[in-house]
């Protein structure tokens, strides 16, 4: 018999380090204060362990900074280009391959070309920017997840499929409002949870059915396939890229943050196989990003994305990125710090309404816990919860559907000790749970709140000592 480890180790060896700052609470407490208590306005610099977000924060592999050598910084028709085109293709099979600086140039490109005043968008669940740049043409951005994605302890191995049966309403009803249906792999306001291949194929059969173009956010496909491989039967032991050519192959189009899966520090595409739509999105695309061959972006960052998205879909990396947030969530249901269930790919997310009950929805308990783990640890998270939903287009306010705090894990950056720490922090925190105080805004933007408002502590203490 051969040895058959239980342990997944980082399946890569450290090149290059970069220090990370201790600080004192009483310092991280005025840090927070000069941050009117957004985490999104502190400095890198007093973060210990940043979970901010996933998106561009990856380390990048010798293969990728050699790539980067090689970058062809030719305006138009660089090799680099050519590159990254190919790579784009090989995996997503999409005719037109149209490079942008980051996803959110992408969607606004998109639905610049195809959404009207008074149109329908809908979604597994919109991401922030996604609904944004939907909302920004007067349109509506309508999530339809499955029941069970909305409740954060319930057991389901793919949380992130669309509502079918609430989808073929729609289009049944309001057909001539829905200019596309999108999917968001994995779905990321929704718990980073995965959606099935049968669901892509039962939502694609809806939109045949109507006529209606299937696009997929594909900011995360390579853990989506992951998670198809490991949980829908007929896929077992599959390659994640046979795996993700088939998900594709179910789409007319694709959004894509190359910050995610395409393992780069930044970069992104729109991809589809409609001539006249690529045709529009190009036009679009000189006048605000660049040239159709470099979209914003250098030769070299075309470069890192074309390794990158190959380095994505590597079987060793997958399951040891997979198996890290799986084993925080291990040891935080050990301690009873609610979750929900099951981890996702990118990150975990802590059910803050169930932490904190005391903490009414538009008292923001996401958003007090993430400032008590600053404040406590040096962790920076993101509230996933009223913030950063509640806020209506007309200016009203609403309870999200969730109060969830995000960490999200940037790709081959932590190790094993640094989770482990994460655990102490939440279990710490956890123990002080009754003493946090729920927040309110003190002045905020009329859209996308959550990245400038200024908040306070209900009370004027966060969490006292
Ligand atoms: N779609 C999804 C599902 C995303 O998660 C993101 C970004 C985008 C689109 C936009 O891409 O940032 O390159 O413009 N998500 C990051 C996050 C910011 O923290 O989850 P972008």
């Avoid at 050598?69 to 190919?86: K, L, N, V």
């Avoid at 979209?295 to 997958?318: F, K, N, P, R, S």
């Amino acid at each position: 018999m051969t040895f058959q480890p239980h342990t997944i180790i980082e399946p890569f060896r450290i090149k290059s380090v970069e220090p990370i700052r201790q600080t004192t609470r009483a310092e991280r407490a005025a840090a927070l204060e000069a941050a009117h208590y957004n985490l999104f306005l502190l400095r890198a610099r007093d973060v210990l362990i940043d979970l901010l977000t996933d998106s561009g924060t990856g380390a990048m592999s010798s293969a990728q900074w050699a790539g980067m050598m090689r970058g062809d910084e030719s305006y138009a028709g660089a090799d680099s280009w050519y590159r990254f085109e190919d790579a784009v293709r090989r995996i997503t099979g999409l005719t037109h391959v149209i490079p942008t600086h980051q996803g959110r140039a992408a969607e606004r490109i998109l639905f610049g070309a195809t959404v009207s005043a008074g149109d329908i968008v809908p979604n597994n669940t919109h991401f922030d920017t996604t609904r944004a740049n939907i909302e920004a043409r007067g349109a509506t951005a309508l999530d339809l997840p499955i029941p069970e994605g909305r409740q954060p302890s319930l057991q389901h191995p793919f949380k992130g499929n669309m509502d079918v049966a609430a989808l073929e309403h729609l289009l049944a009803t309001d057909r001539a409002r829905v200019p596309l249906v999108m999917m968001t792999v994995t779905n990321n306001s929704g718990g980073g949870q995965p959606v099935s291949l049968a669901n892509l194929r039962a939502v694609r059969a809806v939109c045949r059915q109507y006529g209606v173009p299937l696009f997929l956010d594909a900011c995360r496909f390579a853990e989506n396939a992951w998670f198809i491989r490991e949980r829908e039967g007929d896929w077992a032991g599959r390659s994640p890229r046979d795996i993700a050519q088939a998900m594709f192959a179910e789409v007319d189009g694709a959004t894509m943050s190359a910050k995610k899966d395409g393992m780069a520090n930044i970069g992104g595409f729109l991809a589809m196989h409609d001539d006249d739509l690529a045709r529009r999105c190009r036009d679009a695309l000189i006048l605000t990003e660049g040239f159709p061959t470099y979209g914003g972006l250098a030769g070299y960052d075309l470069e890192a994305i074309a390794v990158g998205l190959d380095e994505a879909l590597d079987e060793d990396y997958l399951r040891y990125r997979i198996r890290s947030v799986a084993y925080l969530g291990d040891r935080l249901r050990q301690v009873g710090i609610p979750i929900m269930e099951p981890p996702g790919g990118h990150a975990l997310y802590i059910d803050a309404a169930a932490l904190l009950p005391h903490i009414p929805a538009l008292e923001y308990p996401a958003w007090a816990l993430s400032a008590a783990l600053y404040l406590e640890g040096g962790v920076r998270s993101v509230e996933i919860g009223s913030v950063m939903f509640g806020q209506q287009p007309d200016g009203s306010e609403r309870a999200a559907s969730m109060e969830l705090v995000r960490l999200a894990f940037p790709r081959r950056v932590y190790t094993q000790s640094h989770v482990d720490y994460l655990a102490e922090v939440l279990t710490y925190v956890h123990g002080r749970r009754d003493r946090i105080r729920g927040m309110r805004i003190t002045s905020q933007p009329p859209a996308l709140r959550h990245f400038s408002a200024h908040l306070a502590p209900i009370g004027g203490t966060l969490l006292a000592l």
